[in-house]
């Protein structure tokens, strides 16, 4: 996106400053290798490009954070990445099959970008619920032991007094 003619990288007035010389040359490696859509550059896949940084970029950061933490208000943010992929990918995938930026290498094509269909399914999935990250197990036990612990000796007798358990033994 930031080198504005791939035919002229590297001359006077057309190489930036950003991206470093090694990420341009692997981008218009793959360009020429599989993907002829990388270098072709119509403005609607310029856009999805800018997607790409601006809501994908800092996404992933989120969603890395989020589900370590087991945080549920990752769940809107997921679910516009997973929409913003599944209406691009049907596009990019449609250029590189049948449009006049055609691959010469559609299954390594499918392959790579295959990733960009398959993970935000498996996010929309993990995310489909409301809650989602139910309480661990650990955590609810630990919550269990705080509230009879809060109740007193007492009511931890009543309450073992009253088990099932307690009344086959008696």
Do not use: N
């Amino acid at each position: 996106v930031m080198v504005v003619d791939p035919a002229k990288y590297g001359l006077p007035g057309f190489t930036p400053l950003w991206p470093p010389e090694p990420c341009v040359r692997a981008i218009h490696w793959w360009g020429r290798t599989a993907d002829k859509l990388v270098l072709a550059r119509p403005v609607w896949f310029r856009v999805a490009i800018w997607l790409e940084i601006v809501v994908q970029g800092p996404f992933y950061a989120l969603a890395i954070l989020a589900f370590v933490r087991g945080e549920s208000w990752i769940r809107l943010p997921a679910v516009v990445y997973s929409s913003v992929l599944l209406t691009i990918m049907p596009m990019v995938l449609g250029e590189q099959l049948f449009g006049p930026h055609t691959t010469t290498r559609p299954g390594l094509v499918l392959a790579v970008y295959g990733a960009y269909v398959i993970m935000p399914i498996l996010v929309a999935w993990r995310v489909r619920h409301p809650e989602v990250f139910p309480p661990r197990i650990i955590e609810g036990m630990a919550a269990a032991a705080a509230a009879a612990e809060l109740q007193g000796p007492a009511a931890t007798r009543a309450r073992h007094a009253r088990s099932p358990q307690r009344k086959k033994r008696a």
